[in-house]
């Protein structure tokens, strides 16, 4: 396939180092302070074994962001070495926070622990969505990006327990003749999204139509 949707959720819960995927034998893993996580190879949590990039033929539109409501955890988008997100006077910042695009949608906004491996209250408030990825951030072929999370608290750790956090990451992926498709769009300065790239096939090939009916009515003139 040239262009498909995908999905990545980030939590620190791991049983080994650098693990893949999620296991059931998972336990939570301490979160230090005003630390940046790159969620994708952050050594921290379920990981991938390379960093996020894009090939020559390749490009990336990430549609969507979100963290866990908890302990002000916020969402960082960083373009090779430029984050997305920055203070009006262009200063740093720790990206999206996590209360205005949760995840999951609905989460609670604190978490109580006691000394015991079970969270015994959580907050109040569940948590909605207020903040909306737009416009979406475009990803050029050949260059890498993160997704960054980052708590300014850490993680409690007690003797028996640790907060866990999350992260998600929604992004499509256009390789091949849609990666193509895709940088015209972004000369033209189109919007791009599945339905666009579709739309400008269909352009090319009644235009490849049209071309075809006019030789052919040409020749036979």
């Not at 109040?124 to 979406?136: A, C, T």
């Not at 956090?165 to 849609?178: C, E, M, Q, R």
């Amino acid at each position: 396939m040239s262009m498909r949707s995908q999905v990545y959720e980030w939590s620190n819960l791991q049983t080994n180092a650098n693990q893949l995927r999620r296991l059931s034998s998972d336990q939570p893993t301490a979160v230090v302070a005003s630390r940046e996580y790159d969620i994708f190879t952050g050594g921290v949590g379920n990981n991938i074994t390379k960093p996020a990039e894009t090939t020559a033929t390749q490009f990336i539109v990430i549609e969507d962001i979100a963290a866990s409501p908890v302990l002000s955890g916020a969402m960082q988008i960083r373009i090779n070495t430029t984050d997305y997100f920055q203070n009006p006077d262009v200063t740093n910042m720790d990206g999206i926070p996590g209360l205005a695009s949760p995840y999951p949608r609905g989460a609670n906004s604190s978490i109580s622990l006691t000394t015991t491996t079970t969270e015994t209250s959580v907050g109040s408030q569940n948590i909605l969505k207020s903040f909306d990825l737009y416009p979406d951030v475009y990803v050029l072929p050949g260059q890498t990006f993160q997704i960054l999370y980052t708590t300014p608290t850490g993680t409690t750790n007690t003797a028996l327990s640790t907060q866990v956090v999350s992260a998600f990451v929604k992004y499509t992926l256009y390789d091949g003749p849609d990666a193509l498709i895709a940088n015209k769009l972004l000369e033209l300065g189109v919007t791009i999204n599945p339905n666009n790239v579709d739309w400008y096939k269909r352009s090319l090939i009644e235009q490849q139509q049209r071309s075809r009916v006019a030789a052919a009515a040409g020749g036979q003139a």
